[in-house]
């Protein structure tokens, strides 16, 4: 069974430019989960998606969007991209039958704002 | 609120020694607890989690951990350091609910020396 896979590996975007990133979660799994990793405030929760419903959000700014389509594969958009930005952005599947299932990461997609 | 610490951001220990990442926990409802890895350049792996029944985990590469209840810590062992081990360490927390949103701990790096 394939991973995580996350699109694309790496980005280099400059201030107040936006950005899509793309994860395609494992065969069968309908939650995605995106986190932002940086050395300075670590893994950080940004939204869950399940069944193409927002379930949860973390505290971000409204810069930060994301959206799951029918086949579970889901997108984060980040608008007006700050130098602050830059970061690990990683996405986690999981099939979901409670909360104590175990998430699948991809590898992550390392996005730098210049 | 859910939250987790990890006492220790950087620990070093020689091959073939015992490795003790620590944990502590805080959770409103009863806790489901993860530890993963992180490989340089990678997303995380699950190693182990504790979700209820028997409070010592096995989990994978010769990991365990166990849960006290008492001491709210989940603290993570290795009898033996292997140097393929030196990586990066998570401890996270389940937010409960009807979610799969995780709450990490710092972070621990985990250097093995020959």
């Known amino acids: 069974k394939a991973g995580v896979t996350q699109t694309p590996r790496y980005l280099i975007k400059t201030r107040g430019q936006q950005v899509t990133l793309s994860c395609s979660p494992i065969?069968?799994?309908?939650?995605v989960s995106w986190y932002q990793q940086t050395p300075g405030q670590g893994l950080q929760f940004l939204f869950e998606y399940f069944s193409e419903t927002q379930r949860n959000k973390g505290n971000f700014p409204g810069r930060f969007s994301g959206r799951q389509f029918s086949n579970s594969r889901s997108e984060m958009n980040v608008s007006t991209l700050e130098l602050g930005d830059s970061a690990l952005y990683l996405c986690?599947?999981?099939?979901?039958?409670?909360?104590?299932?175990?998430?699948?990461f991809g590898p992550g997609t390392r996005l730098t704002v210049l | 609120a859910q939250s987790v610490t990890q006492l220790g951001s950087h620990v070093s220990v020689s091959e073939g020694a015992l490795v003790l990442l620590r944990c502590n926990y805080s959770s409103s409802v009863p806790p489901y607890l993860f530890w993963y890895v992180q490989y340089p350049n990678q997303g995380l792996q699950l190693l182990l989690k504790?979700?209820?029944?028997?409070?010592l985990v096995k989990g994978i590469n010769g990991f365990e951990a166990e849960f006290k209840k008492s001491e709210t810590s989940f603290h993570l062992t290795k009898p033996s350091a292997h140097m393929s081990d030196a990586a990066e360490y998570f401890c996270?927390?389940?937010?409960?609910?009807?979610?799969?949103?995780?709450?990490f701990g710092t972070g621990t790096l985990l250097a093995v020396q020959p």
């Open positions: 065969s069968g799994h309908r939650s």
């Open positions: 986690a599947s999981s099939s979901w039958t409670g909360y104590s299932d175990e998430q699948f």
């Open positions: 996270a927390v389940s937010d409960g609910g009807a979610t799969n949103k995780l709450i």
């Open positions: 504790y979700t209820t029944g028997a409070t």
